[in-house]
């Protein structure tokens, strides 16, 4: 089942069924008129509702991840890195198997189906530069800056939930 959720930041494609959320991705959509949520993916709605309201900093979803032993390795990682923290690839790489795989972790961290809630936003280039996302480097670099402004109280934002 599929339907679509307007992000600030554009139109989230999301995917799933009874086993789990397969995908959330960003598409080219303009607008969503008509939007019946499927009741597999009603939580995930809820929670990234909370997220862009600044209510949410983690997500508790059931997630069906399509991908070989290592991609589903690499991206565990990746879930693990906290709200308003960016990594390197290489941080990664070390992680999950030595500096020399750095490539094979950078093509893992593309193939990841489920933006934001595998948070490949977070992660950067070595030298501390932003380097390719799926969604485009605008919107990386928008939830870098709004997870940012969240962690830091910024007085424009409600804060009124637990921060790491």
């Known amino acids: 089942m599929e339907a679509y959720y307007q992000s600030p930041i554009g139109v989230l494609k999301i995917c799933g069924d009874e086993n789990g959320i397969s995908e959330i991705l960003f598409t ?30 983690d997500f508790d979803l059931k997630l069906n991840l399509n991908g070989t032993d290592f991609q589903k390795l690499v ?9 308003g923290k960016t990594v390197s690839y290489m941080d990664i790489a070390l992680k999950v198997g030595g500096k020399d795989i750095i490539r094979a972790v950078g ?12 948070p490949c936003h977070r992660v950067i280039g070595t030298n501390g530069k932003l380097t390719g996302y ?3 480097l605008r ?20 804060t009124n939930y637990k921060l790491l």
């Open 28 to 57: 080219e959509k303009n607008n969503v008129i008509d939007n019946s949520i499927p009741d597999c993916l009603s939580s995930c709605f809820r929670q990234l509702d909370d997220f862009f309201n600044y209510k949410r900093i």
């Open 75 to 83: 991206w565990l990682k990746v879930a693990d890195i906290p709200f």
């Open 107 to 118: 093509n893992a961290i593309g193939k990841n189906l489920i933006n934001i809630v595998i």
């Open 134 to 136: 799926r969604g485009g």
């Open 139 to 158: 919107k990386k670099e928008w939830l870098l800056n709004f997870e940012n402004n969240v962690k830091q109280g910024n007085l424009f934002y409600n």
